[in-house]
């Protein structure tokens, strides 16, 4: 699954060229795919990918409480803002 298929696409009609109000969130969706740290990324793939995306499936399917998962979800959404700032 790609960043283009995550993040839905607000201009269907296309009445503007090169419209992409998403554009610095799919870069840094991209560039984030590519983390070296191994844990972040496991994190990443499981809210992305496997649509694991709430602090309770999270705990759950990693089994740690859920203020662990909050804190894994947060972490991961800041680092992306981050790269998303950078652009």
Known sequence: MNAREII???NPDNNEEN??????AIKAIEEYRQEP????RIIFETYFDKQINTCRSM????????????????EMK????????KQ
């Open 8 to 10: 839905p696409d607000l």
């Open 19 to 24: 419209f992409d109000p998403y554009e610095d």
């Open 37 to 40: 740290d191994r844990i972040k």
């Open 59 to 74: 705990a759950k399917y990693f089994n740690v409480s859920t203020l662990t998962a909050s804190k894994l979800i947060r």
């Open 78 to 85: 800041s680092d992306l803002q981050e790269i998303e700032l």
